[in-house]
Structure formats: structure tokens, C-alpha cells
């Protein structure tokens, strides 16, 4: 019934809404012997915190990590982990004027009709804010992650129509605050979030995701395929409207010869599969790339409907990023973590 869940046998449910008394997370699944302290948590939490660069929103939260159970001297017990994350910085007053309106681009008119009641305040639910639980989730999902040397990173490959062309040199990323290798699309791309802020607007992108050392053979064929889950974990995120895996949209444009990875001693000659075949990984890099939409709260006035089904006209104050990028990166790696480490702990219990 609910869809707050994630996962079979490292299980995540999130709780919590935008201006709530806060967000969090139950893991259940997590194996005993972890080391972990909140510490590690709010590292991670940090990268994905509001107000960071030019793109971010104004709202200022601590994300502090309160670990509740599932851990006794430092390590994870075996037993279900609650991480909790006060809202400390919510101003509900900025929503009253909204509260009979649906904004265009978001949850309101849907949740409306689904449940005849909804949180106005924020998004409620169905709030980015949800995701700092993910995030912490995924802080937890690495740890296992850790014992098999795998690693995650993610990079912002477009921004507003802006694609970076040099994304070899990954380290760069942190010379911006946009999170892209490529310096010279960075500026191009601060540039545009400039423009289209000073427009009352705002901007989607795209963000690659890359696992390394993910071992040959994870993935449950033929509904739990490995890319199926990637997939559903990067498309439960908001403002996610596409996900591609390896070569993705550019595979239907390659014959078959181009777009089969050859194999030779030394291993895959390339990697259009993005490391997973038939839904197993194959021991390549797992790729992933997550196409975001605009941010749907701008100042631009645009026609709606209030509760009562009258015309209206509505400009979205409020503390809003101008894109999703470049905190959804975070998020993105910290899906691909807790589906990774799912999908290993299912092939420990099998062999
Ligand atoms: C990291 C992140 C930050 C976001 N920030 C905002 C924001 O500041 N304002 C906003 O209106 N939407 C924001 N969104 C997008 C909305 O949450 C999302 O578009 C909305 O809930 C509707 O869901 P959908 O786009 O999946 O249909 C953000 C999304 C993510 C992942």
C-alpha cells in the first residue's frame, strides 16, 4: 500500500514533509559491524544542503542527523536504523497566499486528488526535502558498499540547455559550485541561471552518475533487473523525468555491430551497456544519467485553478532553487548506493 518504501533486503522507508517537524529514514537490512557515527552522516547530508552556489534556494538547514536506533557503540546492531532530521528553518507564512491555488509543475493538483487533503506548506510530501533522508539512507548503503571497494560519483553534465564537453577530468567539479569537470561550460552555465533568474524562471539538466568496482553478476532478472532498479530509484526522485543507462537515448541510433561492447582478454572494449546486461552486472562501470526538469516554482505569473475550480493567476514566492541541479546530485549518487547495496546483500544470501 505504501509507497514509502524501497528495496528487499536493504529496505529504506522515509517519513516526513517540508515544513513538518522534520524528515528521516528507517533501514532495515543493514548488516551488524558497520562503523558509523553521524558524522559520516552529516558529510553527506552537507552535499546536498540548500543554498549552495547561485542555483540554490535561500532556505538555511543544519540537516543535523539524529541517530534514534540501530547502533550501539558506533556500529549498526543488525537492527532496523531510524535517522531523524529536524525542520529547523521552515517559513510556512510565505505558503498562505498560495494555499487555495495548485501551482503549475507540481505535486498540488495530483495529491489533492488523490487523498481529498494535502500539506500546502513547502510541497509537503512530496518536497525535495524528502530527499535529505535519501541521503542519509544512502550515507548507510555505502558502508556496504565500502567492504567491496565500490564507489559512486556523479557530475553535472548539462545545465540549461549547456553540456559540458570535457568530462574526463572529474576533480574539476570541485573548482564550481554547479559540480561540472568542464570549467569553461561552468561559467556558460552560471551565466544562463543568472540570466533566467533575473527572468523570474528557472532550469532543468542533466546529471551522469557513474558506480566503479561493482562486481560481475548483481542483478535479479527478470522484474528486479539491476538497470530496472537503478531506473525506479533515480525516477522516484522529484523532478527526475528520464533516466538513461549506458548509451541510452543513443543506442536505437547505432547499428548493432557499433553498439555491442566486444569483449576481449583484458575485459569489455567499450561500455554502451553502462555494465549491466540482461539486468546482471557485468563488472564495468555502472552509468547512469538523470534528465531534470525546471524547477516548477517561479516567480513568472502563469494561469491556474484554485480548490474551487476558478480561473487565477500565480506567482511562487517563496525560497526556491532556480534548478535542482547541483544538489539532486547527491541524491542521485545516494540512490544508486542503496540500490547497489540491495542488490549485493540479495546476491550474498543467494550464493
Ligand atoms: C534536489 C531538489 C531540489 C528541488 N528544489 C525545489 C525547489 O526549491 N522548489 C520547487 O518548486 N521544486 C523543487 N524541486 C522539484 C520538486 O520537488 C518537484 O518538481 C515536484 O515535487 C513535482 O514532482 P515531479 O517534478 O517529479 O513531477 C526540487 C527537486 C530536487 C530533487
Same mark, same amino acid.
Given at each position: 500500500?505504501?509507497?514509502?518504501?524501497?528495496?528487499?533486503?536493504?529496505?529504506?522507508?522515509?517519513?516526513?514533509?517540508?515544513?513538518?517537524?522534520?524528515?528521516?529514514?528507517?533501514?532495515?537490512?543493514?548488516?551488524?559491524?558497520?562503523?558509523?557515527?553521524?558524522?559520516?552522516?552529516?558529510?553527506?547530508?552537507?552535499?546536498?544542503?540548500?543554498?549552495?552556489?547561485?542555483?540554490?534556494?535561500?532556505?538555511?538547514?543544519?540537516?543535523?542527523?539524529?541517530?534514534?536506533?540501530?547502533?550501539?557503540?558506533?556500529?549498526?546492531?543488525?537492527?532496523? $536504523?531510524?535517522?531523524?532530521?529536524?525542520?529547523?528553518?521552515?517559513? !510556512?507564512?510565505?505558503?498562505?497566499?498560495?494555499?487555495?491555488?495548485?501551482?503549475?509543475?507540481?505535486?498540488?493538483?495530483?495529491?489533492?486528488?488523490?487523498?481529498?487533503?494535502?500539506?500546502?506548506?513547502?510541497?509537503?510530501?512530496? !518536497?525535495?526535502?524528502?530527499?535529505?533522508?535519501?541521503?542519509?539512507?544512502?550515507?548507510?548503503?555505502?558502508?556496504?558498499?565500502?567492504?567491496?571497494?565500490?564507489?559512486?560519483? !556523479?557530475? +553535472?553534465?548539462?545545465?540549461?540547455?549547456?553540456?559540458?564537453?570535457?568530462?574526463?577530468?572529474?576533480?574539476?567539479?570541485?573548482?564550481?559550485?554547479?559540480?561540472?569537470?568542464?570549467?569553461?561550460?561552468?561559467?556558460?552555465?552560471?551565466?544562463?541561471?543568472?540570466?533566467?533568474?533575473?527572468?523570474?524562471?528557472?532550469?532543468?539538466?542533466?546529471?551522469? $552518475?557513474?558506480?566503479?568496482?561493482?562486481?560481475?553478476?548483481?542483478?535479479?532478472?527478470?522484474?528486479?533487473?539491476?538497470?530496472?532498479?537503478?531506473?525506479?530509484?533515480?525516477?522516484?526522485?522529484?523532478?527526475?523525468?528520464?533516466?538513461?543507462?549506458?548509451?541510452?537515448?543513443?543506442?536505437?541510433?547505432? +547499428?548493432?555491430?557499433?553498439?555491442?561492447?566486444?569483449?576481449?582478454?583484458?575485459?569489455?572494449?567499450?561500455?554502451?551497456?553502462?555494465? $549491466?546486461?540482461?539486468?546482471?552486472?557485468?563488472?564495468?562501470?555502472?552509468?547512469?544519467?538523470?534528465?531534470?526538469?525546471?524547477?516548477?516554482?517561479?516567480?513568472?505569473?502563469?494561469?491556474?485553478?484554485?480548490?474551487?475550480?476558478?480561473?487565477?493567476? $500565480?506567482?511562487?514566492?517563496?525560497?526556491?532553487?532556480?534548478?535542482?541541479?547541483?544538489?539532486?546530485?547527491?541524491?542521485?549518487?545516494?540512490?544508486?548506493?542503496?540500490?547497489?547495496?540491495?542488490?549485493?546483500?540479495?546476491?550474498?544470501?543467494?550464493?
Amino acid at each position: 500500500m505504501s509507497g514509502s518504501s524501497f528495496g528487499k533486503a536493504f529496505n529504506i522507508t522515509t517519513f516526513g514533509e517540508s515544513h513538518g517537524k522534520g524528515i528521516g529514514v528507517v533501514i532495515q537490512g543493514c548488516p551488524p559491524g558497520l562503523l558509523i557515527n553521524e558524522d559520516i552522516l552529516q558529510n553527506a547530508l552537507d552535499k546536498r544542503k540548500p543554498g549552495q552556489g547561485i542555483a540554490g534556494t535561500k532556505r538555511r538547514e543544519p540537516d543535523h542527523p539524529v541517530i534514534v536506533s540501530g547502533v550501539f557503540e558506533n556500529q549498526t546492531t543488525g537492527t532496523p $536504523i531510524m535517522i531523524f532530521i529536524e525542520n529547523k528553518d521552515a517559513k !510556512s507564512s510565505s505558503y498562505n497566499t498560495i494555499k487555495s491555488l495548485f501551482r503549475p509543475g507540481h505535486g498540488d493538483f495530483s495529491y489533492q486528488s488523490k487523498y481529498g487533503i494535502r500539506d500546502y506548506r513547502g510541497g509537503g510530501r512530496a !518536497s525535495a526535502r524528502e530527499t535529505a533522508a535519501r541521503v542519509a539512507a544512502g550515507a548507510v548503503a555505502q558502508l556496504v558498499l565500502d567492504q567491496f571497494s565500490i564507489r559512486i560519483q !556523479s557530475f +553535472t553534465l548539462e545545465l540549461g540547455g549547456i553540456r559540458a564537453q570535457k568530462t574526463d577530468q572529474l576533480h574539476l567539479k570541485e573548482n564550481n559550485a554547479l559540480q561540472c569537470p568542464d570549467p569553461e561550460a561552468a561559467v556558460k552555465m552560471e551565466d544562463r541561471i543568472k540570466a533566467v533568474k533575473d527572468q523570474g524562471d528557472s532550469l532543468g539538466g542533466i546529471v551522469q $552518475i557513474t558506480a566503479t568496482n561493482v562486481p560481475a553478476g548483481i542483478g535479479d532478472p527478470v522484474f528486479d533487473k539491476l538497470d530496472a532498479d537503478i531506473a525506479k530509484g533515480l525516477m522516484s526522485i522529484g523532478a527526475v523525468k528520464a533516466v538513461e543507462i549506458g548509451a541510452g537515448i543513443q543506442a536505437p541510433l547505432m +547499428t548493432g555491430f557499433e553498439n555491442n561492447d566486444q569483449i576481449s582478454l583484458q575485459g569489455f572494449e567499450t561500455n554502451h551497456s553502462g555494465g $549491466i546486461l540482461a539486468g546482471i552486472s557485468n563488472g564495468d562501470n555502472i552509468i547512469a544519467r538523470v534528465h531534470v526538469k525546471p524547477i516548477p516554482s517561479i516567480l513568472k505569473q502563469q494561469n491556474t485553478i484554485d480548490t474551487k475550480g476558478n480561473p487565477a493567476v $500565480i506567482s511562487t514566492q517563496g525560497r526556491h532553487d532556480i534548478s535542482a541541479i547541483p544538489r539532486i546530485n547527491m541524491v542521485c549518487e545516494s540512490m544508486m548506493a542503496i540500490v547497489l547495496a540491495d542488490h549485493i546483500l540479495r546476491q550474498k544470501s543467494l550464493k
